[in-house]
Antibody
Framework: EVQLLESGGGLVQPGGTLRLSCAVSGFTFSSYAMNWVRQAPGKGLEWVSTINNSGENTYYADSVKGRFTISRDISSNTVFLQMNSLRADDTAVYYC?????????????WGQGTLVTVSS | EIVLTQSPGTLSLSPGERATVSCRASQSVSKYYLSWYQQKPGQAPRLLIYDTSSRATGIPDRFSASGSETDFTLTISRLEPEDFAMYYCQQRGLSPPTFGQGTKVEIK
């Protein structure tokens, strides 16, 4: 059974940092791209970032480019999202999602999400 | 980026009725790159349909979808109580991947 479990969310002040983690199981981690997708309270879905299966290539939404960094650790089957210079409009539930085989941006499986609140 | 516009914003129907959700793209999307997701309150989204018309694993056949270029449709043939939820279309043909704003299917 494919499982994704996010952690690391919480309350942070504007300008602060946070590191999200997503531990996965039930599939060969090194074979799939991984993604972060967020959802602001009461709003729709927004793609945030993608890392390919090998970790060599990363992609970011313009809204987070230069502030967020995605990475992955094959030894622990975990994908990370390092978030710096956080702003109020980064407040959202952040979902980890597995990409499809040879289809980075097909979000086949999702975690339950972790809430990030940016507020003073 | 490709903008996806869903209609209607809200669909009020009774169990057993047919639901049709539209997704219009601001530019042509390959049929291999359009997906649909279902999201229930307090839950993560779930992939329903990929490549315009292929059902994801475990999705019942009352869910179907079709379309091409800029016009795509999700159909639920007979609504079951568990189908009342938000539905989002999503394209991955052109980076960045984008979602429609969502359609709420609610109980009438």
């Amino acid at each position: 059974e494919v499982q994704l479990l996010e952690s690391g969310g919480g309350l942070v002040q504007p300008g602060g940092t946070l590191r999200l983690s997503c531990a996965v199981s039930g599939f060969t981690f090194s074979s799939y791209a991984m993604n972060w997708v967020r959802q602001a309270p009461g709003k729709g879905l927004e793609w945030v970032s993608t890392i390919n299966n090998s970790g060599e290539n990363t992609y970011y939404a313009d809204s987070v480019k230069g502030r967020f960094t995605i990475s992955r650790d094959i030894s622990s089957n975990t994908v990370f999202l390092q978030m710096n210079s956080l702003r109020a409009d980064d407040t959202a539930v952040y979902y980890c999602a597995r990409g499809g085989s040879a289809a980075y941006y097909r979000f086949e499986y999702w975690g339950q999400g972790t809430l990030v609140t940016v507020s003073s | 980026e490709i903008v996806l516009t869903q209609s209607p914003g809200t669909l009020s129907l009774s169990p057993g009725e047919r639901a049709t959700v539209s997704c219009r793209a601001s530019q042509s999307v390959s049929k291999y790159y359009l997906s649909w997701y279902q999201q229930k309150p307090g839950q993560a989204p779930r992939l329903l349909i990929y490549d315009t018309s292929s059902r994801a694993t475990g999705i019942p056949d009352r869910f179907s979808a079709s379309g091409s270029e800029t016009d795509f449709t999700l159909t639920i043939s007979r609504l079951e109580p568990e189908d009342f939820a938000m539905y989002y279309c999503q394209q991955r043909g052109l980076s960045p991947p984008t979602f429609g704003q969502g359609t709420k299917v609610e109980i009438k």
